[in-house]
């Protein structure tokens, strides 16, 4: 599902035939899905833009060595549709600040966001160098690996990440175990799906996570269920 500004008009209509224009609008996230979305005038949405991208482009050059006004103005340029202009904005940030970890991670994010694999996994190449030992970089590793096949791989990664209060996220070890479960690597599986219940009881409710648990419990032959009792089948 994703989310469409666009500009369109609107008409005067005769037996379903557009023919006498009465102005234009802006359309904002309109759903690919349910295709709701939110409408402005045109003239105000321009008028929003301009004032926007103006203070943005003398917010950077006020301070040119602040890589945040960088991001805030391609944040700005990306909302109101200039792309090839935030394009240019994000090689320039990235270049300028190739030693800030923290800039290469928001702009590899940025390119990511944009389907722009090759740029966003050099930038993130450029901050893993920089720092490999920080926990995002442990986090961009571990997903990678897990998306190559190797949950093994992608444990060690995120090892790191289990014990730090900031950074653990459950959502990658759920994903961890589904993918040592792709392998049929069932007791991994479970050691996982474990951990995450003590973590977060809350996952004991979830349909698809006692799904995925009773089938790796199913495949070892495990005699007794890790998971809470619902209901009175359980």
Request: net charge negative; with cysteine; charged share 30%.
């Amino acid at each position: 599902m994703t989310l469409t500004d666009y500009e369109t008009g609107y008409y005067v209509v005769v037996l379903f035939i557009p023919v006498i224009p009465l102005g234009k609008k802006q359309i904002i996230g309109e759903c690919s899905a349910c295709r709701r979305h939110r409408v402005m005038p045109l003239k105000e949405w321009e008028r929003i833009k301009e004032e926007n991208l103006e203070n943005g482009l003398a917010s950077l050059a006020d301070n040119m060595d602040d890589p945040s006004k960088a991001l805030e103005l391609l944040q700005s340029m990306t909302v109101f549709n200039q792309l090839d202009e935030a394009m240019e904005l994000a090689a320039a940030t990235a270049k300028q600040h190739a030693k800030d970890f923290d800039t290469l991670i928001d702009i590899g994010s940025w390119y990511e966001r944009q389907g722009q694999t090759e740029l966003s996994n050099r930038c993130f190449d450029q901050a893993i160098a920089l720092d490999p030992a920080h926990p995002t970089s442990k986090r961009i590793q571990g997903v990678d690996a897990l998306q190559s096949g190797n949950p093994n791989e992608a444990a060690k990664y995120f090892e790191p990440l289990r014990k730090s209060a900031d950074f653990y996220d459950p959502s990658l070890f759920y994903m961890l175990a589904n993918a040592y479960q792709a392998k049929e690597m069932h007791e991994e599986a479970l050691e996982e799906f474990k951990d995450l219940l003590a973590r977060i009881p809350e996952f004991g409710k979830d349909k698809e996570f006692r799904k995925a648990v009773k089938k790796s419990e199913k495949a070892i032959g495990s005699p007794t269920s890790l998971l809470p009792k619902k209901g009175l089948f359980g």
